[in-house]
């Protein structure tokens, strides 16, 4: 049995395709986020937009639950318990977004959310700021529900979460652990809806399996990374990852 009867693809692209997570993992370790986005352009280029977005869902639960089980158990029931709004409203949009994913459109939402990533970013990288309480819980629900409804259309729901999370002033370490609890409940409901919605199947699981470790030994070593800077060179790592995810929605949009 060869690479292309079990992943309908040459030795060699897997072989990239496994690098491309390794490298997303990296990056998720560093800044918290970005690996969906990444795995998603470099798929994309290989094979269909939704075998793509089936095939990034295990490496991506797989991370997450990494990220958010690294966390104290008594810090992570206080982060569920401080990020309630944004993730019950998160939720309930990202499952909403899976099930409509197959019948809807995506250029317009996605340059729509793409540019606002990328004026977000680059106003923060200017250096304005941009401050929201943690009990402002209609920015919570709103955005909250922004990032679910982009999450399940098109697995990726990291920069609008990041966008709330910087505005929120979050420190470091705490930044990437919320994040952990976000993405890690995130995934686990894209699972399910993509489930339902067919667009992860038996034929997507080998794909999307083979890219499970690499990513988890990338996430493993960009944290290590992180461990060494300081809270200003990890704001401005992650507002250039940021504007990236910006950038590429606007790509994804114009070109797809």
Do not use: C
Not at 73 to 81: A, E, N
Not at 110 to 117: E, N, R
Not at 225 to 245: E, G, K
Request: aromatic residues 8%; hydrophobic residues 55%; proline residues 5%.
């Amino acid at each position: 049995m060869t690479f292309t009867d079990i992943f309908g693809l040459s030795e060699i692209v897997v072989f990239l395709l496994t690098l491309l997570a390794f490298f997303g993992g990296v990056v998720k370790g560093i800044v918290g986020f970005a690996l969906p986005m990444i795995l998603l352009s470099g798929l994309t280029l290989v094979v269909p937009a939704h075998t793509a977005l089936g095939a990034l869902i295990l490496p991506t639960v797989a991370t997450n639950l990494q990220q958010a089980l690294s966390q104290n158990p008594r810090d992570l029931k206080y982060s569920i318990i401080r990020l309630r709004v944004f993730l019950i409203t998160g939720a309930v949009f990202l499952i909403l977004g899976a099930l409509v994913t197959p019948f809807m459109p995506l250029n317009v939402f996605m340059t729509v959310l793409g540019a606002s990533i990328v004026l977000f970013s680059l106003y923060l990288l200017i250096g304005f700021q941009v401050t929201l309480s943690p009990k402002n819980t209609a920015a919570a629900a709103g955005i909250g529900s922004l990032a679910g409804f982009l999450g399940g259309v098109s697995g990726i729901w990291g920069p609008p979460t990041v966008a709330y999370l910087t505005a929120l002033n979050t420190p470091k370490d705490e930044q990437i652990s919320l994040q952990g609890v976000i993405y890690g409940l995130g995934a686990a409901l894209l699972l399910i809806g993509h489930s339902i919605s067919g667009i992860f199947n038996t034929a997507v699981m080998p794909l999307s399996a083979l890219l499970v470790l690499p990513a988890y030994i990338g996430i493993k070593i960009g944290a290590r990374v992180r461990d060494h800077l300081n809270q200003m060179v990890f704001r401005y790592a992650t507002l250039v990852i940021l504007l990236i995810a910006g950038l590429n929605l606007l790509r994804r949009a114009i070109f797809s």
